[in-house]
T-cell receptor, first 113, second 116 residues
Framework: QKEVEQNSGPLSVPEGAIASLNCTYS??????FFWYRQYSGKSPELIMS????GDKEDGRFTAQLNKASQYVSLLIRDSQPSDSATYLC?????????????FGKGTLLTVNP | GAVVSQHPSRVICKSGTSVKIECRSL??????MFWYRQFPKQSLMLMAT?????????EQGVEKDKFLINHASLTLSTLTVTSAHPEDSSFYIC????????????FGDGTRLSIL
């Protein structure tokens, strides 16, 4: 079974701090990795996508991918209370449908004013 | 960017009612769409893959006769919850791939289904 693991949290950080979210995946052949943010009662929205080893930055968000360690992370700089949400790590695994996402259970982030 | 529209956003109905949820891709064609279910404080669970022009592919444990999926066109997939019961109350979300096979999926706004 292809799995995506996340620490469920909650992760609590003060406003202005860096929030670090981590994810590991079991399928070594996975090629596509995504971070989604989900507010309570809402559907997920895409934050970042990453496909190659290394860092990818977009504003306050940085995604990091290490395929050798089967590890992907999301850093949120200058965290704001509006960043409080559940962050879902998602992976397109190898084989089968190339569109099919496997989600982690999500990490609940709380940013305290 | 690509947009997925889901309707209705909220349904409240009596036990035994069948409920239809629509998922439309607004500015792109989607030969594949996905249907998820999410219970409170849990992650998204993939129910089925909707395929235009062919039968849907259901995940293990999902009753195909209970959750009917029709992908009538390249922009529309429907999920019908037949003879819904209180245990079917959940948040149902559809999604569609945005383009090439490794591109992220675009999610609809979800449908909150409450069965009394």
């Amino acid at each position: 079974q292809k799995e995506v693991e996340q620490n469920s949290g909650p992760l609590s950080v003060p406003e202005g701090a860096i929030a670090s979210l981590n994810c590991t995946y079991s399928d070594r052949g996975s090629q596509s990795f995504f971070w989604y943010r989900q507010y309570s009662g809402k559907s997920p929205e895409l934050i970042m996508s990453i496909y190659s080893n290394g860092d990818k930055e977009d504003g306050r968000f940085t995604a990091q991918l290490n395929k050798a360690s089967q590890y992907v992370s999301l850093l949120i700089r200058d965290s704001q209370p509006s960043d409080s949400a559940t962050y879902l790590c998602a992976v397109i695994a190898s084989g089968g449908s190339n569109y099919k996402l496997t989600f982690g259970k999500g990490t609940l982030l709380t940013v305290n004013p | 960017g690509a947009v997925v529209s889901q309707h209705p956003s909220r349904v409240i109905c009596k036990s035994g009612t069948s409920v239809k949820i629509e998922c439309r891709s607004l500015d792109f064609q989607a030969t594949t769409m996905f249907w998820y279910r999410q219970f409170p404080k849990q992650s998204l669970m993939l129910m089925a893959t909707s395929n235009e022009g062919s039968k849907a592919t259901y995940e293990q444990g999902v009753e195909k006769d209970k959750f009917l999926i029709n992908h009538a066109s390249l922009t529309l997939s429907t999920l019908t919850v037949t003879s819904a019961h209180p245990e079917d109350s959940s948040f149902y979300i559809c999604s569609a791939p945005g383009g090439t096979t490794n591109q992220p999926q675009h999610f609809g706004d979800g449908t909150r289904l409450s069965i009394l």
